[in-house]
């Protein structure tokens, strides 16, 4: 997340996008014990921003940033999680997922139709099956929900030992169906040292067209 990307850290491009949303109140920045380089960034925003220190699971460190802001509120607020590797979220996916999961009981991510031919393999390697792409969309971030609501997702993920790799897994584990808002495809995860010129690039591209 402190890789850089024209001249700065990631993280900072996924802060600065995220607070730049008028309706985000605060952001609480989950970082791992031995971190020495997050005390060095220095990013005036509009919003709070707190910084809490994570778990050994991406659900242990989530169930951490929602415990530090249950201390902060009286209520029960929506609360958005977002990779910090993501740092080319647009502002407009942002409000179709407030103005979507605002109104629901349950929440929603945003998601990507697959566009790709999917197949199914074996333990070899071998071709099983081909899978319906019309039923398959890439799970992206940020993800909404109830603090409450993911809070207790969560904990019971933990109990059952159920393994989830996003907070809708979770929520979907205990029955319920959360919304899949379509968001764009360049909201792409930085994982590799490659996509690092393409988030660049796509970051470029988005402050032409504005």
């Given at each position: 997340?402190?890789?850089?990307?024209?001249?700065?850290?990631?993280?900072?491009?996924t802060?600065k996008?995220?607070?730049?949303?008028?309706?985000?109140?605060a952001?609480?920045v989950?970082?791992?014990q031995e971190?020495e380089?997050?005390?060095?960034?220095?990013l005036p925003?509009?919003?709070?921003?707190?910084?809490?220190?994570?778990?050994e699971?991406r659900?242990d460190s989530?169930?951490?940033?929602?415990?530090?802001?249950?201390?902060?509120?009286?209520?029960d607020?929506?609360v958005?999680?977002?990779?910090?590797?993501r740092p080319?979220?647009?502002?407009?996916?942002i409000?179709?997922?407030?103005q979507?999961?605002?109104?629901?009981d349950?929440?929603g991510i945003?998601g990507?139709p697959?566009?790709?031919?999917?197949?199914?393999?074996t333990?070899?390697?071998?071709?099983?099956?081909?899978?319906?792409?019309a039923?398959?969309?890439r799970?992206?971030?940020p993800?909404?929900?109830?603090?409450?609501m993911l809070?207790?997702?969560?904990?019971q993920?933990?109990?059952?030992?159920?393994?989830?790799t996003d907070?809708?897994?979770a929520?979907?584990?205990?029955?319920y169906?959360?919304l899949?808002?379509?968001?764009?495809?360049?909201?792409?995860?930085?994982?590799?040292?490659?996509?690092?010129?393409?988030?660049?690039?796509?970051?470029q591209?988005?402050?032409?067209c504005?």
């Amino acid at each position: 997340q402190y890789l850089a990307i024209a001249d700065e850290p990631m993280i900072v491009h996924t802060l600065k996008r995220l607070a730049s949303y008028h309706k985000v109140s605060a952001i609480v920045v989950v970082i791992a014990q031995e971190d020495e380089r997050w005390p060095s960034i220095k990013l005036p925003l509009r919003c709070p921003l707190y910084t809490v220190i994570g778990g050994e699971t991406r659900a242990d460190s989530v169930m951490n940033g929602l415990a530090y802001i249950q201390q902060k509120v009286s209520d029960d607020p929506w609360v958005l999680v977002h990779d910090a590797a993501r740092p080319c979220i647009r502002m407009s996916d942002i409000e179709s997922l407030f103005q979507r999961c605002y109104d629901s009981d349950v929440g929603g991510i945003l998601g990507a139709p697959v566009v790709d031919t999917i197949k199914k393999v074996t333990t070899q390697h071998t071709i099983a099956k081909t899978v319906d792409r019309a039923e398959v969309w890439r799970a992206l971030t940020p993800q909404m929900f109830r603090l409450e609501m993911l809070r207790a997702a969560l904990l019971q993920a933990q109990q059952s030992n159920y393994g989830i790799t996003d907070e809708a897994s979770a929520i979907e584990a205990m029955g319920y169906q959360p919304l899949m808002i379509q968001g764009h495809a360049d909201n792409i995860k930085v994982t590799v040292p490659d996509d690092l010129l393409i988030a660049e690039a796509i970051l470029q591209q988005q402050r032409q067209c504005r």
